[in-house]
């Protein structure tokens, strides 16, 4: 019995081993390659919809150029290598600080400072400097000095001993944090508390006592405005005010013999600390963010290297809540609000109440009526909230302006104002702006019509070369008669100019225009003037008659008459009892805002905050537009055509509706290239500060040649057109060399107050300067084949719920403040896109707003450009309302909202008409950008996907096939094993052990 039991073991052990060297191998291999199926095919099929994001972060591109010409270079690099092109910039950086920081007190000449003196540099902030701001146009300044190596290479002695007590480990829990991509909350102060400074630390300064130099930081972001309720970010927290008490008890014992005060800040300190002077502060420079090597400036200007010649782009308040726009920079919820009635992300709205009254506008207005007694001004005493004015920055030595006079030139419908400046100083060399005002006429039409007029308005400016002592330079300032027209909304309903008296001065700042105004008014410090004015430095014209027709026609010969309505409560059909009261001077105390007005929701704002508003029954019919034609053209044979000529008819009919999805819905940092026409894609990036070489993948070696600007008020600050030009050049070719076609930016909204959490990357609080500056940059940009698309376009004034906020105000605020900064980049800059906001006018989203796309955008100024969406991150930032608006032509779309939505409408041949005119305005850029360098008559696109991917989809497809393959083989085997005489006989004995058991039972 026992041999029989062994024979059976051996028996099945046999068969087991027959069987599995059968089949064994692919049935393993099935489960291999099952795991390799049930991992990556799902991780390919997720990293495919995001392939534009992976492509950024980890390298690769979405084409290559077959039989491309190296001779087709369309634009070349202005420098004869990549490290003259850095080297550049980083002068450039440092120039554009020494021009644009301000000085804003120097009592007794405390600046600048001797040669090689001995400094403390106070704060946790000195050692954690603010070079720019954070998000999505946040910039690389890892290879920045530090102040103490700035200071030092200028000659300084830095107080070792504080600087590396501030730098100490322990110490480490105050430093302010980097900062994500996109900020969830303002920032918060992280000075040292006192008690934290050792005896040692404190007698270190003894030593270093020359100056004592505080550094206060701010830094805003993207994603969140800085706190302003129950915390003041903008004001000096209680470290910040015990450590200046300390340093000022220091001053007063004699350690110290000077403090020094850099604000290293984008948005506007609250700097009520220096109004009665607390803390004993002889100097106060502003420095903004400093970029790469702006730092080497602030040195070279304390040290008296430089001199100083920046001018104020926002009014610095001893209180910021002074500003009329605080009582409605809080989100409120629309009341009757409901989950089920309108989307989350249409729920809150804000009003921009004060109207035009932003920043200067409304103090030196009040101001005015104050000392005119006009306009029911009250007890305003501007001193109480102003302390340094718009335009404001003082110079080691004077000026003095003198001669000026003004020419009308009938031809150009512009003044051309002389102005003479003389250096009256006798030991400083050194250049000064001359800014130019005007003051329209407040009437009776006026009041009747609600349209408002600021005291003072930025028109004109100019800056002088560098002028010795006793040195003169007369400027010409040309200020083109359009600017100081005024929008009419309610009465004309379009740009009218007012019967009156119309003034115009050359000023140092904006308070020094008004003051200038009012003493050729006639009006002296008895009157309540805080300063006398120069009457001899301004110029009138007087217009007989109301004028509603001059500039009722925009450049671009277009009709101008009001777009926005909608988004103006008072002329808003579907207001219902909702209304608003604007801020006016013609009653100041009667209509300053206490706070946001309360909307209810009527049922049009419900049907028009829906996500999508398109619908095809509210067209006209149209016939159904050619697709995939074979016309044979491709985008090379468009190269320098005119927008309007016949032939892009030709190339349009060859497009494909998935291939014009792809081109319109896909375009998340890149443009998708076009199969049918042989269109190669796009690099696309951000670069408000300069072209965002930190969103490069790690393999792109271009990320080292991008130069990491200033802020872009520093660069506003130093009102200069020619540094702007430069600017604009590196940049340009910063993206020639990176490859980058289209630029997401400048950045062209308003710092309507000091605390939007993206100030950074906006020039000024006046939509004048902002655009005349920007139209230098854009300008130069675009000379190397870049397309810039400005952002964000438009009322992204503020970070809190950016996604889906609606705005309201009147069309005058909006045309003269807000769009004015897009405006002149257009007109001026030759300008041809932007990046749409999120924001709502009104209930309507940015891009689908036709008033603003195409009324204003597109036929007043002329635009025939690409403009892209935000990145979509809702769906009401939808396809068809964008594309219908005639705006919007292609889509930043992390997500793929538009590529899922846009297929639905292939059979609908009004929206496949918008989407093919879409197409048409990003082809004529992409065939007149670098994006065209290298495709010659006979070039051809390959299509390619990022390498990550090609990995990821190969393992994929081996796991797939593996699987079936071998899942194939593995039951054939098993099958044939089946026929085996191992099986048959291994059956057959099996068979019989059965039966003999049975016998044996």
């Given at each position: ?310 001018s104020l782009v926002d009014t610095y308040c001893y209180d910021n809540m ?465 397309h810039v698309v400005m952002k964000h376009f438009a009322l992204n004034d ?204």
């Amino acid at each position: 019995m026992g041999e029989n039991k062994k024979e059976v073991k051996a028996r099945k052990k046999a068969f087991r081993k027959a069987k599995h060297r059968a089949i064994r191998p692919w049935k393993g291999l099935s489960i291999v390659c099952a795991i390799l199926a049930v991992i990556f095919v799902p991780l390919y099929s997720l990293l495919n919809v995001f392939d534009n994001s992976l492509a950024i972060f980890v390298g690769g591109t979405f084409w290559k150029l077959k039989n491309e010409d190296q001779s087709a270079q369309y634009f070349t690099s202005d420098f004869e290598s990549a490290e003259d092109m850095v080297d550049y910039g980083l002068q450039l950086v440092q120039q554009v600080e020494a021009e644009g920081a301000a000085l804003l007190m120097n009592e007794n000449n405390a600046l600048p400072l001797a040669e090689g003196a001995n400094v403390s540099l106070f704060s946790n902030s000195s050692v954690n400097l603010v070079y720019g701001g954070t998000g999505s146009g946040n910039i690389d300044a890892s290879t920045a000095d530090t102040l103490k190596t700035a200071m030092e290479k200028t000659g300084f002695n830095v107080n070792e001993t504080l600087w590396n007590f501030y730098e100490s480990e322990e110490m480490g829990m105050y430093k302010r944090g980097s900062g994500g991509t996109i900020a969830t909350a303002s920032a918060v102060v992280t000075e040292v508390p006192w008690n934290e400074y050792t005896d040692e630390v404190k007698d270190s300064v003894s030593s270093y006592g020359d100056a004592a130099i505080v550094t206060l930081s701010r830094v805003g972001g993207e994603g969140a405005d800085l706190a302003y309720g129950d915390v003041n970010y903008l004001a000096l927290d209680d470290n910040e005010k015990e450590m200046l008490s300390n340093v000022a008890a220091m001053k007063a014992d004699g350690t110290v013999s000077k403090i020094i005060v850099l604000i290293n800040s984008a948005n506007a300190l609250q700097v009520d600390f220096l109004k009665d002077n607390t803390y004993n502060v002889d100097a106060c420079l502003w420095i903004g963010d400093v970029g790469i090597t702006g730092i080497n400036a602030v040195a070279d200007i304390l040290a008296g290297n430089v001199n100083p010649s920046g001018s104020l782009v926002d009014t610095y308040c001893y209180d910021n809540m002074s500003s009329p726009a605080m009582a409605n920079f809080t989100p409120v919820t629309y009341e009757g609000y409901t989950e089920e009635l309108v989307p989350e992300k249409a729920k809150s709205y804000m009003v921009y109440q004060e109207g035009i009254y932003v920043g200067y506008k409304y103090y030196e207005t009040r101001y005015e009526d104050t000392v005119m007694g006009t306009g029911n001004a009250g007890s305003y005493v501007y001193s109480d909230d102003v302390a340094f004015p718009f335009g404001y920055g003082l110079s080691y030595t004077d000026f003095e302006y003198s001669d000026m006079t003004g020419v009308y030139d009938a031809a150009t419908d512009s003044y051309n104002f002389n102005v003479t400046v003389t250096n009256t100083g006798d030991t400083y060399s050194g250049k000064e702006t001359v800014q130019i005002y005007a003051q329209s006429p407040y009437t009776e039409y006026d009041k009747e019509n609600s349209v408002e007029k600021s005291a003072v308005q930025l028109c004109g400016f100019g800056k002088t070369d560098i002028l010795a002592p006793g040195e003169s330079q007369t400027l010409t300032i040309n200020v083109d008669r359009a600017d100081i027209a005024s929008y009419d909304a309610y009465g004309a309903g379009t740009y009218i100019l007012d019967a009156g008296d119309y003034y115009f001065t050359a000023a140092t700042d904006a308070h020094n225009a008004v003051n200038n105004i009012l003493a050729a008014k006639g009006f002296t410090t008895e009157n309540g003037m805080d300063a006398e004015g120069n009457a001899e430095l301004t110029f009138q014209w007087t217009n007989d008659t109301l004028d509603t027709t001059t500039y009722a026609v925009s450049k671009s010969g277009a009709e101008v008459t009001n777009q926005l309505s909608d988004s103006d409560m008072n002329l808003y059909e579907g207001a219902g009892d909702n209304s608003v009261t604007y801020l006016s001077r013609n009653d100041w105390e009667g209509t300053f805002p206490a706070e946001s007005p309360v909307f209810a929701l009527t049922d049009t704002m419900i049907d028009d905050l829906q996500v999508v508003q398109y619908d095809a029954a509210d067209y006209d019919t149209v016939e159904m537009p050619t697709l995939g034609a074979k016309n044979g053209l491709t985008l090379y044979d468009m190269i320098g055509k005119d927008y309007d000529d016949a032939d892009w008819d030709t190339l349009l009919d060859q497009l494909t509706y998935d291939e014009m999805v792809t081109l319109i819905g896909d375009s998340f940092h890149w443009t998708m290239p076009i199969k049918s026409i042989q269109a190669p894609g796009s690099r696309d990036e951000n670069g408000p500060q300069g072209l965002t070489a930190s969103l490069f993948g790690n393999t792109d070696k271009e990320k080292l040649t991008a130069t990491a600007f200033t802020s872009e008020d520093v660069m506003a600050a130093t009102f200069n057109t020619d540094i702007m030009t430069e600017i604009g050049k590196v940049i340009g070719n910063n993206c020639l060399s990176a490859g980058v076609a289209i630029l997401y930016g400048p950045g062209n909204n308003i710092h309507r107050n000091p605390y939007g959490g993206r100030n950074f990357e906006y020039y000024s609080e006046d939509g004048f300067l902002s655009g005349k500056m920007s139209a230098y940059e854009v300008a130069a940009i675009q000379e190397k084949g870049v397309h810039v698309v400005m952002k964000h376009f438009a009322l992204n004034d503020c970070e809190q719920d950016r996604i889906g906020l609606g705005v309201w105000l009147s069309e005058q605020a909006a045309r003269e403040v807000y769009l004015k900064a897009f405006q002149d980049v257009f007109e001026e800059g030759n300008a041809n896109g932007t990046m749409v906001a999120y924001t709502r006018w009104g209930c309507i989203w940015s891009g689908g707003n036709k008033g603003l796309m195409t009324g204003i955008m597109r036929n007043e100024w002329g635009s025939n450009g690409l403009t892209i969406t935000d990145n979509v991150l809702n769906p009401y930032v939808n396809g068809p309302d964008g594309v219908m608006a005639g705006g919007v032509t292609t889509y930043d779309a992390m997500m793929p909202y538009v590529t899922k939505e846009l297929p639905a409408y292939k059979n609908d041949p009004v929206m496949v008409t918008a989407m093919r005119e879409a197409c048409h305005h990003d082809l004529y850029v992409l065939a007149n950008s670098v994006a065209m360098n290298g495709v010659g008559e006979n070039t051809t696109i390959k299509f390619v996907q990022p390498k990550l991917l090609v990995i990821l989809k190969t393992i994929a497809t081996i796991g797939v096939v593996g699987f079936i393959l071998s899942l194939v083989m593995f039951i054939l085997k098993k099958r044939k094993f089946k026929k085996s005489e191992e099986y048959t006989s291994y059956m057959a004995w099996k068979k019989e052990l059965k039966q003999n058991k049975q016998n044996k039972q």
